[in-house]
């Protein structure tokens, strides 16, 4: 993933004001525990769950059981968005990601995802791993995807607000 243009969107920004560098939204986007994550269910509607997760340069990193919605949704249009962001109003931004899914399951990923789960969350998510999968301590299987940004924005929001747009190419 290579960021390609940023760009300010002067609509919903004030004058003169300068694009939130992508450091500071990969910072805040890695820090982040919570995030909201998007697919859309057969007829078309958004289905926004909760989910933890991990940023690093390939991108969004995130599990979930494979009977689950969010799954059965990215099997059939695996493209989503993945939003954080600050609960008030005057302070804050808020930060959107979408792109394409692909499911994650060779050892190196996966033993990666899990040392990083563990390092960022603690015990609660220690996970073995399975052929191709996490699995949890029921013996169940949690599979790992992968959100690869194509566009990005972030809406800073204080005296200064600013709208910024971030693109993306893949090799």
């Not at 969010?70 to 005057?90: D, E, I, M, T, Y």
């Not at 050892?107 to 603690?122: P, S």
Request: aromatic share 14%.
């Amino acid at each position: 993933m290579k960021l390609v243009n940023v760009s300010v969107d002067h609509r919903y920004s004030v004058d003169d004001i300068a694009p939130t560098p992508w450091s500071d939204i990969e910072r805040i986007f890695a820090d982040t525990e919570i995030y909201a994550l998007t697919t859309l269910l057969p007829d078309g509607m958004a289905h926004t769950i909760p989910v933890s997760g991990l940023w690093s340069e390939r991108g969004f990193f995130f599990t979930s059981g494979p009977t689950e919605q969010k799954v059965q949704n990215l099997l059939a249009n695996p493209r989503a968005s993945v939003h954080v962001g600050s609960s008030h109003f005057f302070e804050g931004v808020d930060i959107v990601l979408r792109g394409p899914v692909e499911r994650v399951s060779d050892i190196e990923t996966l033993t990666w995802m899990r040392d990083a789960f563990v390092a960022k969350y603690g015990e609660f998510w220690t996970f073995g791993i399975g052929e191709d999968a996490f699995i949890n301590h029921h013996g169940w299987p949690s599979w790992c995807f992968l959100l690869t940004p194509t566009v990005g924005y972030s809406f800073t929001r204080a005296e200064a607000t600013a709208q910024t747009k971030y693109e993306f190419s893949h090799p």
